[in-house]
């Protein structure tokens, strides 16, 4: 008997400050292929209309925002590989320059554990 394929998927969860930090961590700007994950990315971590309500997330100004801390607001991403690879060349070069933050840092150790 022929044995099937497993194929790994891949995800990752995030809490709502990961998913709030979590843009800050792509690239800005690329090749059009890597724009085109990127902007998919983006729409996986948003937050929804009912999810900003049930959350009690508010923008407090200064690029800061607030939510309600007994919510969680965990959400697993699927991700693809080259979304995977996008994001570990993302925390290796926020690494190299040394701009990793007690913030980020969850979402990288994350990253990092993500296995394509």
Not at 13 to 23: A, I, M, W
Not at 52 to 75: C, F, M, Q, S, Y
Not at 77 to 87: A, C, H
Request: avoid cysteine; hydrophobic fraction near 40%; glycine fraction near 8%.
């Amino acid at each position: 008997m022929a044995k099937k394929a497993t194929t790994k998927k891949l995800e990752i969860s995030l809490n709502v400050k990961e998913r709030v930090l979590f843009p800050g961590i792509l690239p800005n700007s690329g090749k059009k292929i890597e724009m085109i994950l990127v902007s998919d990315l983006l729409k996986k971590v948003e937050f929804t209309p009912i999810e900003v309500a049930e959350l009690g997330l508010k923008d407090i100004g200064g690029g800061r925002v607030r939510w309600d801390p007994r919510k969680n607001g965990e959400k697993s991403i699927e991700l693809t590989k080259e979304q995977v690879e996008i994001l570990k060349k993302a925390s290796e070069e926020f690494d190299a320059e040394g701009k990793v933050t007690l913030d980020l840092l969850p979402i990288f150790e994350k990253i990092d554990g993500l296995e394509i």
